[in-house]
């Protein structure tokens, strides 16, 4: 990690907000921001009690925080609410009634559909009857695997209406993905598509959902939009068409009054061992998060046209493409397919035709446009952007420069965002008005947040020293549990620092001399491929499922675009070719396993791996194999010191 904080501490440029944003900013003193800081941390009661204050409950709570029983916190207790309710019906009352909710665009070319707070309304309680028709119930578990298409943000929606806990899996992901997920959540329906678009292909989406339904005996049925107009299998009985279903159901569905700590949703997300985790979010608190975040972190008014690119499948499209910017009646644009679709300037022409105010992305796909190269921004007006946003893993000083002059004209503050799965909501980061930023830095604590930066016995380290990013104090959005493993939940996050009852975030992270926040990346066997969390074991175990592979190790290197590439060092079994073919073979297998996000970029073959005297595979060799640098510090570990000359030599 040393390297890595010398080249951040030695970043000294800063950017005070311009003046015109700051003027009509919700919070426009460095005062302001410090004095609600203050307040959030030594009455976060009052604080958040407030906040809450600002939504619509059905019952309001007896009790704002309840953390008798750490690690598991009680937001809101006795409150009754609905997010969907604070997200639709709340806005019916007022003007927003005709305002535009969703713009969407295809990613076939000239495709459009805008849908006001009233007709999403409409929508949303059409499909929620659908989804009570078909036996879904509050508590229930629905499976969404979609296109991003405005029906996933109804089907959402419409769980979060009727108590229904969905479990939204990126549409990138393959059928065994599908299945682990599935039986985990006990998934009672899957809502899905024929299929979607992607850089003008189809990609066949219900075919991957019969392949994983003939292992998911929990399903009972499976509700399927028409996109592409594509054939697809439909079994009887199991099977509906979306536009059928929603011909028949009723309009009126009122939206339940669910207990704040009601789960809302599970979404899986790597960890550092075993299978994927059911990160679980309840009702009131993640509502309280995402809304309050989106209103002074992206600073959104009444007349923005808000743009967040990401996938819903991911928690970035959970909070800020849905829940957060349509409590606060923002206009969400929604875009289905790929930036370079059909050339790579499509970003950049949505922005110009909608007038995008707001546009938050993630720093992999920064480093694609400045690849793609400057003509593309340059052949559009983008001068009704007023605020950047970026999110997903630590942005390169370059490429925030990059965004700030190439993208935001230098008028635009540029947020980065610091925050994970688990967190619900924006954790670190500047207040677009008031914080003068650092390229690269994700700066300070958003209210109710505190961080420190600690050693492994807990002790905080001074300014300059990186350490583990570590959270004091519960907050409203945080994960309940993990579904259905108490105990992992309690081991993954709080037993390292149990003692003081902290949060271990699984970040490295260093202050520099002014106090700012530098995230340095995952301290664990997390890799972090294009803002994609994906833990080494996952891709390793499903090497080792190939016939011809004894063992595998895979590591992260620099990559260019994705930030993180994958490498894979594979022993092959006795007698198995080690040419071209099989390192094919095995990508397309672990594309088939886990999706494309999976796929290594380095397969090299081996006959043995760096392991220490006791066994363990030592990562940091191979890391320093795949990245092509010489390796420094310690070997004296090292079982066998020829097992990395020969790694190295194979390079050749
Ligand atoms: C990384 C995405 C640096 C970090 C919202 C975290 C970041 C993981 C940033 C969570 C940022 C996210 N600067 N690193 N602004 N944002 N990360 O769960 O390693 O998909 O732990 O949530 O992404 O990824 P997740």
Partial sequence: MSGNIESVLNETRTFPPNEAFTKQAAISSWAQYESMYKESIQDPEKFWGDVAGQLHWFKKWDRVRNWDNPPFAKWFEGGKTNLAYNCLDKHLNTWRRNKAAIIWEGEPVGERRTLTYLELHRQVCKFANVLKSRGIQSGDSVAIYMPMVPELTIAMLACARIGAVHSIIFGGFSAPALVDRIHDASTKMVITADGGYRRGAVVRLK????????????????????????????TEGRDFWYADQMHKAHAHCPAVELDSEHPLFVLYTSGSTGKPKGILHTTGGYMVGTYLTTKYVFDIKEDDTYWCTADIGWVTGHSYVTYGPLNTGATVLMYEGAPNFPESDRFWKIIERYKVSIFYTAPTAIRAFMKWGDEHPKKHDLSSLRLLGSVGEPINPEAWMWYHEMIGGKRC??????????????????????????????????????????????????????????????????????????????????????????????????????????????????????????????????????????????????????????????????????????????????????????VPDQIHF??????????????????????????????TTLEDLTVLAKLRSDEE
């Fill in 207 to 234: 075919d991957t959902v019969d392949e994983a339904l003939k292992n998911c005996p929990t399903v009972k049925s499976c509700v399927v939009v028409k996109r592409c107009n594509i054939d697809v299998g439909m």
């Fill in 413 to 598: 503050p540029i947020v980065d965002t610091w925050w994970q799965t688990e967190t619900g909501s924006i954790m670190i980061t500047p207040i677009p008005g008031v914080t003068p930023t650092k390229p690269g830095s994700a700066t300070f604590p958003f209210f109710g947040v505190e961080p420190a930066i600690v050693n492994d016995k807990g002790e905080e380290l001074a300014n300059g020293q990186g350490g583990f990013l570590v959270i004091k104090q519960p907050w409203p959005s945080m994960l309940r549990t993990l579904f259905g493993a108490d105990d992992r939940y309690k081991e993954v996050y709080w037993e390292r620092f149990a003692k003081q009852g902290w949060y271990l975030a699984g970040d490295g992270a260093v202050r520099d001399k002014d106090g700012y926040i530098w995230i340095l990346g995952r301290i664990d066997d997390v890799l972090n491929v294009s803002g994609h969390r994906l833990s080494t074991m996952e891709v390793e175990s499903a090497l080792v499922a190939h016939a011809a592979v004894v063992e595998s190790a895979v590591v992260g290197f620099k990559h260019e675009v994705k930030g993180e590439g994958i490498a894979a060092f594979v022993i092959l079994g006795k007698g198995q070719d080690k040419g071209h073919g099989t390192a094919e073979a095995l990508k397309l297998h672990v594309r088939n396993m886990i999706g494309a996000i999976a």
């Fill in 606 to 635: 081996t006959d043995a791996l760096p392991k220490t005297r006791s066994g363990k595979i030592m990562r940091r060799l191979l890391r320093d194999v795949a990245n092509g640098v010489d390796t420094k510090g310690d070997m």
